[in-house]
């Protein structure tokens, strides 16, 4: 693994915790007063999981 790699790995994790933070905000706006509280935590976990299985899709092959 060089360091473009790890690039591509951080990327995609960053931008899963965007879409998912996002998405997940926007869709509990009305019913939940701070969605912003539970779409960052819910974003970050989702960026943290993609981070490992990309990380580990990559490293098998």
């Known amino acids: ?3 473009r790699d790890g ?3 951080v990327g ?4 899963s915790f965007l879409v998912v933070g996002v998405l997940v905000t926007e869709l509990l706006r009305e ?3 701070p969605s ?3 779409g960052i ?3 970050l976990i ?3 999981v993609v981070f490992g299985v990309v ?3 990559r490293a098998r092959d």
């Not at 995609?12 to 931008?15: E, G, P």
Request: glycine share 8%.
């Open 12 to 15: 995609i994790a960053v931008l």
């Open 46 to 48: 989702a960026g943290i």
């Open 1 to 3: 693994m060089n360091v």
């Open 31 to 33: 019913r939940i007063w």
């Open 7 to 9: 690039v591509i790995e």
């Open 55 to 57: 990380h580990y899709v």
């Open 41 to 43: 935590p819910t974003g």
């Open 36 to 38: 912003l509280l539970v």
